[in-house]
């Protein structure tokens, strides 16, 4: 199952825009973080 969710991050007074996709599948617990922040 894949999830889609849109949020926001606090940077001071700025709000950003942050984007997370998740996968939920069976097998042994783990996660991996695919990419890097990127900060305008």
């Known amino acids: 199952m ?3 969710i849109n949020t926001v991050a ?3 007074i700025e709000a950003l ?3 997370v ?5 069976s097998g042994l617990p783990s ?4 990419g890097s922040p ?3």
């Open 17 to 19: 825009d942050v984007d």
């Open 38 to 40: 990127s900060v305008p």
């Open 10 to 12: 606090f940077q001071g």
């Open 31 to 34: 996660f991996t973080i695919v």
């Open 21 to 25: 996709q998740v996968s939920i599948s």
């Open 2 to 4: 894949i999830a889609h």
